[in-house]
């Protein structure tokens, strides 16, 4: 498997790059605490005009603030495509899912299922696909490795189970959905009426899942939006600085009797208000098997670190790392303190070897300091803007400020376009990542060059890898951004096996058949 990386570094090592508001070129000054969009970057390779951000909402400019949005057309995606089209791609699919549909979001709605955290069941690990059913609301929402009554949650953050807490205090809740067509394609797929098994990314293998869905009796609305799989990230909109600047939901979350800052055992669950921070949206296109990952945050998360991009006058601007203070994941800091640095995991057996677990009593479900620290709030910084890697980090590392423009240019586009008072104007695309040709991305050792990536090589969501964001030495290394982990062997990839770089397949449970 790849290596992980530490991503870890002391406040005082980048102490001297934190200022009090960024400098720009373009006469625009940087809030404090919010993502800065440089308005100067190149467009020549990106942009989103109003013909075509008025088509994704039906062919009208929207003027109504939530007005809903299309999905976009994955199925017909572009076979000679260019880097910007996935990110048009990314652009339109969050737009769409967090639009309204009745009472709810589209990522909540019929149209989607929530997927468990992980339970044991006949002596095996499985998950189940829960129904959004109209009328009600409260979908399970775990903190990661989390036990939720006799449910055991997620194995943790990217690289092992550690907890995100908010600097007002929120743990950070994460969920996972998947859409109709990727329900009926792995129901068919475990009930063996679907053959393939790469995930439906062609009009013939979409038409095969269609089928198989009316065959039970279900008429998939969206299908042409293809295969999707999401996971989001959500904290208590007590806790927010501006709840109305927040997609929310109610939800029933773990419960913990926050007694001291060693050890917060897991009592149950609760109902919760919370507030969006962050979605993985995850999903094929036409010929693209492998998925296109695309990430979106908040723009009150966190920090960026240095950056380049390419401006509008044929050069390239370097930006220093943001001021650390006014973030909801990062804030003032004592010299000495690190960036990046779990404080809590969740406690999952004796195997952990968490010293405070030698000294009081631990239960998996429950969280837990880490080594010798406290439960604390962490201190973030989004390591690889852009999903590429910091304009100072060497020549050792991928740095792509041609990718950056593009990415910003897509936001700043779709930013200025959405109605004044849109809760999404307040989310920003961090970046997106898939395979040249569609090739499925593959770990083994000394099998690199059978596949490219392209786009985002280090992305990564503060929310979500807080803990393991690394960059990537190479196109070809799957050692850094999503496919570090989303990758599969190479006797996987010979037996099209496509399926096995989403990590919950395999454990969800089908849905009945008839």
Not at 43 to 55: I, L, R, Y
Not at 461 to 489: K, L, R, W
Request: glycine share 10%; with cysteine.
């Amino acid at each position: 498997m790849a290596k992980f990386l530490s991503s870890v570094l002391s406040a005082g090592a980048i102490s001297a790059l934190l200022i009090a508001c960024v400098p720009t070129d373009d006469g625009v000054q940087a809030v404090e605490g919010e993502t800065y969009f440089p308005q100067n970057v190149d467009k020549s390779q990106c942009s989103v005009d109003q013909q075509t951000f008025n088509g994704w909402f039906g062919g009208k400019q929207p003027t109504t603030p939530g007005a809903p949005a299309n999905a976009a057309d994955s199925v017909d995606f572009p076979i000679d495509n260019s880097i910007c089209d996935f990110y048009k791609w990314s652009a339109q699919m969050f737009l769409w899912l967090t639009s309204p549909e009745g009472e709810n979001y589209v990522f909540d709605s019929i149209e989607f299922f929530d997927v468990s955290p992980e339970m044991q069941q006949g002596g095996q690990t499985v998950r189940k696909l829960i129904p959004n059913t109209p009328g009600t609301e409260g979908g399970a929402y775990a903190v990661r490795s989390t036990k939720m009554d006799e449910v055991i949650g997620e194995t943790g953050q990217a690289g092992g189970g550690g907890v995100l807490i908010s600097q007002n205090g929120s743990i950070v809740y994460y969920g996972i959905h998947v859409n109709d067509v990727y329900a009926y394609y792995l129901t068919g797929v475990k009930s063996g009426s679907i053959t393939f098994h790469d995930f439906p990314n062609t009009p013939d293998q979409l038409k095969a899942v269609v089928d198989f869905a009316k065959s039970q009796g279900t008429t998939l609305s969206d299908a042409d939006a293809l295969t999707m799989e999401l996971k989001t990230s959500w904290v208590d909109v007590t806790t927010v600085s501006n709840p109305k600047d927040y997609l929310v939901i109610n939800a029933e979350v773990p419960r913990y009797e926050r007694r001291g800052n060693k050890v917060w055992p897991v009592t149950g669950t609760e109902p919760k208000q919370l507030a969006l921070v962050g979605m993985h949206i995850v999903g094929t296109v036409q010929d693209h098997p492998e998925m296109v990952w695309a990430t979106y945050e908040h723009i009150s998360n966190a920090p960026d670190a240095a950056f380049s991009y390419n401006n509008n006058t044929g050069g390239t601007t370097n930006l220093p790392t943001q001021n650390s203070t006014g973030w909801e994941f990062s804030g003032k800091t004592d010299r000495g303190i690190q960036w990046n640095a779990e404080t809590a995991r969740v406690y999952s057996g004796p195997s952990d070897k968490l010293p405070v677990c030698k000294q009081q009593t631990c239960n998996p479900g429950d969280i837990v300091a880490y080594m010798d620290g406290v439960i604390s709030p962490s201190l973030t910084v989004r390591m690889n803007p852009w999903g590429s890697a910091t304009s100072d980090a060497g020549k050792k590392y991928i740095q792509d400020p041609d990718n950056n423009a593009q990415i910003i240019s897509v936001n700043n586009d779709v930013m200025s376009m959405l109605p004044s008072g849109d809760t999404r104007k307040n989310y920003f695309l961090v970046g997106a990542v898939w395979t040249q040709h569609g090739n499925i991305p593959t770990y083994d050792s000394g099998d690199n060059g059978k596949f490219t990536q392209k786009g985002s090589l280090g992305l990564a969501n503060a929310t979500m890898e807080t803990y393991h964001q690394v960059f990537a030495s190479s196109p070809q290394q799957a050692d850094a951004g999503c496919f570090m982990c989303h990758s599969i062997s190479v006797k996987q990839a010979a037996a099209k096996q496509g399926v096995e770089v989403s990590h919950i397949f395999d454990d969800i449970l089908p849905l009945p058949v008839k």
